[in-house]
């Protein structure tokens, strides 16, 4: 019964590939968000989605694409692999309307070889 | 754009020691969070302050929100083994979708 889940938890991939990693929230929220994880231990917002609408977008580059198909899945389909992509890839949903706490996935440690 | 910084960004202590965090917008804030991140694993919540000057506890660790509403420190006193990770404070841009994560402070507990 996690209450956000992620799949899969690691990905090596060879640079040029497209992968997707996948997000599930039995939590009831209706906010998700991506968030990359560098090296440094950086966590920076990539995209949220409320209401399965897309209302952050971070200056990500356009091969990565989110999807909602309601709102408890947040997808992350990334093309054409780059080495700097490699880095740990949270998911985490929450509670609109005042200020609630954000409950993230156990992460994603995608490796571009 | 808004940034939350924290100091410092490494901390190495002998068990049993004190610790403290600093966090610092450049933005005032309407709340703050604080995550712990145990080394492997995922941020996970730990308190959450609203009013100007609030001070909270939980057990060893003391959380406070400056006047300003623009820092807040969590301090830890007699630091254990299990207080390793990495902290971050968080805190809303405009609105209430979208919560900046500070560059967070990696604490190593020494036995």
């Known amino acids: 019964d996690t209450a956000v889940s992620q799949t899969p938890k690691y990905l090596v991939t060879q640079m040029g590939n497209d992968k997707s990693i996948k997000c599930e929230q039995n939590?009831?929220?209706?906010?998700m968000y991506w968030y990359k994880q560098d090296s440094k231990k950086f966590l920076k917002i990539m995209f949220s989605?409320?209401?399965?609408?897309?209302?952050i977008n971070e200056t990500v580059p356009n091969r990565f694409s989110p999807k909602s198909p309601d709102k408890a899945h947040l997808n992350l389909h990334i093309n054409s692999l780059e080495l700097g992509d490699s880095a740990v890839y949270f998911c985490?949903?929450?509670?609109?309307?005042?200020?609630?706490?954000?409950?993230f996935g156990q992460g994603t440690r995608l490796t571009v070889v | 754009g808004q940034q939350v910084m924290q100091i410092p960004q490494y901390q190495h202590v002998q068990e049993g020691e004190d610790f403290t965090t600093y966090c610092n917008s450049s933005?005032?804030?309407?709340?703050i969070q604080w995550y712990k991140q145990r080394p492997g694993g995922h941020p996970v919540f730990l308190i959450q302050?609203?009013?100007?000057?609030e001070v909270k506890k939980q057990k060893r660790l003391t959380f406070q929100f400056g006047e300003a509403k623009k820092n807040s420190s969590l301090h830890i006193t007699a630091t254990q083994t299990t207080d390793v990770g990495t902290y971050f404070c968080?805190?809303?841009?405009?609105?209430?979708?979208?919560?900046?994560f500070g560059t967070g402070t990696r604490l190593k507990v020494l036995a």
């Open positions: 989605y409320n209401n399965k609408e897309l209302i």
């Open positions: 933005t005032t804030l309407s709340n």
């Open positions: 985490a949903s929450r509670v609109t309307g005042g200020s609630t706490e954000a409950f």
């Open positions: 939590l009831g929220h209706d906010t």
């Open positions: 302050l609203v009013k100007s000057g």
């Open positions: 968080a805190g809303p841009t405009s609105g209430t979708y979208k919560y900046i």
